[in-house]
């Protein structure tokens, strides 16, 4: 296989393959073991230099006609310098993965849809997905989100067709052009204790207030109100004043 790294090019041999599914797609990426010699010492400061470059991305497989096929980016990289000076070839083995490059074209939360300008997910190693979101909105789907409790579906159009069952989280201000929300979506999933955290308080509050209020001790009016002074505290003053 031919790759391309800056402006580096060169001839690898695949020593290993592996494949995996994506927990943001569900497609298929692929891993390498790819070698290649370096028998310049030019060559070889370069490839170490492009090595610790493209640990995000960067590193193309080439097709026949010489474009770009694939991205990739360098998980791990090592060299060995084989012989005797002068010379000896200093061989590199890099394991890489293939990249996958996300664009959210629209995010459906239930019933609303945003188009974010500003875009952000993860999945931890345990897969659990998390995606931060900021978008305009109107004032009837900023009342509508408002409304919206426990996990629902979310669908990243763009990204996947499949929606993912995620908790919600937001805050809203107001922009120079209307509305705009800033929403936080993870994948629900079963509680569980660990040392980096524990599930929070709220979901007992809310099964607190749905009790009352099928008790009657609460009416529809307290939950409204209840409704209104926790989205009232959802205000920001600047919504695009922090990175997702």
Not at 2 to 28: C, D, K, M, W
Not at 94 to 101: G, H, K, P
């Amino acid at each position: 296989m031919r790759f391309r790294a800056g402006e580096l090019e060169f001839n690898a041999t695949v020593a290993e393959a592996n494949q995996l599914q994506s927990p943001q797609t569900g497609e298929p990426l692929r891993s390498l073991t790819i070698q290649f010699r370096a028998q310049k010492a030019t060559m070889h400061e370069q490839a170490l230099l492009e090595a610790r470059q493209r640990q995000a991305g960067g590193l193309f497989s080439l097709a026949e006609n010489g474009e770009p096929e694939l991205e990739w980016r360098v998980c791990e990289s090592a060299s060995t310098y084989v012989g005797t000076e002068p010379w000896g070839i200093n061989h590199h083995v890099w394991r890489i993965q293939q990249v996958e490059r996300l664009a959210c074209e629209r995010l459906l939360l239930d019933v609303i849809q945003l188009v974010p300008y500003d875009y952000r997910e993860e999945a931890n190693e345990d897969g659990v997905l998390r995606l931060a979101a900021r978008a305009p909105i109107a004032e009837a789907d900023l009342e509508t989100l408002s409304r919206l409790t426990g996990p629902l579906d979310v669908t990243r159009v763009g990204i996947s067709s499949l929606p993912r069952r995620m908790t919600l989280g937001y805050v809203w201000g107001e922009r120079a052009d209307g509305l705009a929300v800033v929403v936080r979506c993870e994948d629900a999933t079963e509680p569980r204790i660990t040392l980096e955290g524990a599930p929070g308080e709220q979901a007992d509050i809310d099964d607190l207030i749905r009790l009352l209020h099928s008790s009657g001790v609460l009416a529809d009016a307290d939950l409204d109100r209840l409704r209104r002074r926790h989205h009232a505290r959802r205000r920001v003053a600047d919504v695009d004043a922090w990175r997702l």
